[in-house]
């Protein structure tokens, strides 16, 4: 597969993503939240999919570093990380909560404000803890630990050990970062070391649905907010991120949808709550509008968001955390 190749069908399972993501906090994590939905196959698949959606998020973002990897200046790399990362959390989160705060109808409300952010806010959670991660792989890579299949086995080993074993503390995103790094490590691995040309044969694939499946069967019906550290889930999460790869999302919608995803990720929950409480308020309870609004604005919203914000460099630094001397005007329907 060519560079391009990867690139196209990375922005597509981005898209897929990202869908999955929002028609998630549309429907919400559990029966008291988002639409309020109870047992039922809606209820069931919302919680299924947490096997998927944000491993999925996780396997691609390693997946795209392999692309770009670190080039060995830790101090570098980790400033545009955490540029990309902690500005956008900072500054669209507190905004976040601050309007959870003030709006009737919002799903929580932050209590101990001297503590936000050190404990995370949200959906935000992810920005700290994929951090992390890439300190860690920065410092594994200065050390030329995953450059060789061998020690990079070692090492996702340790990670799945501590992942099975260890639970950090939730503060500054630790636990989720421990949550996060089996999932960046394979996608790592399927594109530095071409494990998805063997993982793409059909006989494989047959033993990783059988895999996936033996994993999901052992949790039994889905649940709200299941324990997302034992060894089932990491099976499943690691089986169907390799799994989804034989989707055919080939159309344009889900690539230019993937292109977007991390303003959808930052911003799409002030669309689908916006989106419940003005259905809430015109008493509209039909389900399946109730979703599809909620996932339309969801998904159009932050692509709006991010056109809007990439006119300045002010703004994109402080939206998406773009670089102050790369933002600007697009030009042609494309970024500078």
Known sequence: MTVAEKNAQIQSLRGLACVLLVLYHV???SPTNGLRVADGPVRWLNDGLAYLRMPLFTFLSGWVY????????????????????????LFVGTIFALLQSMVPGSNAAVHRWYLLHIEPVAHFWYLESLLWVFVGVALLEKWGRLARPWWFAAWFVCVVA???SIGGPRMLGIEGAIYL?????????LSRFDVRALAMNNGVM???????VIAMFRMGVPMPNPDRRTAEMLMAGLCLCVLVLRMPLKGAWWAKVGASSYAIYLFHVFFTAASRIATEKM????????????GLLGVAGPMWIEKW????????????????????????????
């Open 27 to 29: 429907v919400g994590d």
């Open 66 to 89: 392999a692309l770009r990897p670190f080039q060995g200046d830790v101090a570098s790399f980790m400033k545009g990380k955490a540029r990309r990362l902690l500005v956008p959390m």
């Open 162 to 164: 501590l992942y099975l």
């Open 181 to 189: 790094a089996p999932y960046f490590l394979w996608g790592l691995a």
């Open 206 to 212: 047959f033993v990783i649905l059988i895999v996936a």
């Open 283 to 294: 008493a509209m309870s039909w389900l399946p509008l109730q979703i599809a609004l909620g």
């Open 309 to 336: 914000a990439t006119q300045s460099r002010l703004t994109g630094f402080l939206m998406l955390g773009k670089s102050l001397g790369k933002v600007g005007v697009r030009r042609k329907g494309k970024q500078k």
